[in-house]
């Protein structure tokens, strides 16, 4: 595959230079977390804590019903803030600042928002490191989750044919 | 002699139900079944304590593009292998949230599996990309205790984690913070209790 080819895949708007410090994004897609999210991954990556996974152990205990998986949460919400944020990203740099701030159950519709906090320079000319915060809410904009992300973005000036 | 005995003990713990057939939650063979706990309650964590987690894992590439596809996450890095040999890469590599998922995963036994509440994570890194058919295994140390001030059967405890590859280099590494329940109620809260009642 070569350049020209490459750059047909992915959107004008989502190079470094596109990004905006200051900027707040809301996604376009949430997502309705059932047992095909959260169950389904959190024995995919072997999580053992049967508290994602039983619902009749669950009944007795204090939420009554089975928790969301919090690496699946985050998987989420980072997931749906990716296609702006991360379509032409090289590489995911790190993340830190992340917290679970209310559980998340089946049934529950999350929708991601993120802001852009820095752009710097990288160790490499084709691309730059951008820094975004992430926010996951609920169907009642409550906060379930937060994190400070960084990612490695193409330069357009670099990886888009003139 | 075993296998006879077991078969008996099924044969009388078995009623039939409608639809079916049930387990006689009085008979002998389940009320001598010992239970086989798993986890690690508060108390078994100090400060240095290292854990080698159990198991590992190898992570093929169908179940790679599955966790991004399942999460939206749409950079065409994950599932596009022509695009990723574009991009100087041998192979599709594993999207770094399923590796990040998937070393918490291997962790939780030793760590977190009686309960408590997930808090956060801080100061995580992707150290090194991670191809379809790598195998990655786990180890944890633990870097903070303290006692929750509103509850006396929970602590909180933080961990550092860190995965490595089959050769033996770091993949991914981060601190992870969460609500541990303690087998039993602090002792000084126990005194504090006793002191309230003494004076009520």
Known sequence: MDRATVATLTAPGSYFEAFEVGAVMKHARGKTVEPLENVLITNLVMNTAAGHFDEHMMK???????????G????????????????NALAEIGMTGLRLKSPVFHGDTLYAYT?????????REDAGIVTFRHFGVNQDNVVVCECVRRV?????????PA | MLGTQIRRGL??????VA???????????????????????????????????????????????LFSTLTLHFNPLYFNREYAIALGHPETPVNP????????????????????????VDDLAYEAPVYPDDTLTARSTVTGLRESSSNAMMGIATWHTEGFNQRGERVISF???????????????????AQQETAQ
Do not use: Y
């Open chain 2, 175 to 193: 601190v992870r913070t969460n609500m541990v329940p303690r087998a039993r109620p602090r002792q000084d809260a126990g005194a504090e209790n």
């Open chain 1, 152 to 160: 490695l973005v193409k330069r357009a000036s670099h990886w888009r």
């Open chain 2, 19 to 65: 639809g079916g057939f049930a387990f006689d939650m009085t008979s002998d063979f389940l009320k001598t079944a010992v239970p086989v706990p798993k986890g690690n309650h508060f108390e078994a964590f100090e400060i240095g304590r290292r854990f080698e987690h159990h198991w590992g894992r190898t992570l093929r590439n169908s179940e790679a593009a």
């Open chain 1, 60 to 70: 007795t205990a204090p939420f009554g019903r089975r928790v969301v998986f919090g």
């Open chain 1, 72 to 87: 699946v949460t985050t998987a989420l919400v980072v997931g749906m803030a990716s296609q702006d944020t991360a379509e």
């Open chain 2, 11 to 16: 044969r009388a713990g078995v009623t039939r």
């Open chain 1, 115 to 123: 802001e852009v906090v820095a752009k710097e320079e990288a160790e």
């Open chain 2, 97 to 120: 949230l399923m590796v990040f998922t998937l070393v918490l995963g291997l962790s939780v036994e030793d760590l977190s599996e009686v309960g408590g509440a997930f808090l956060g």
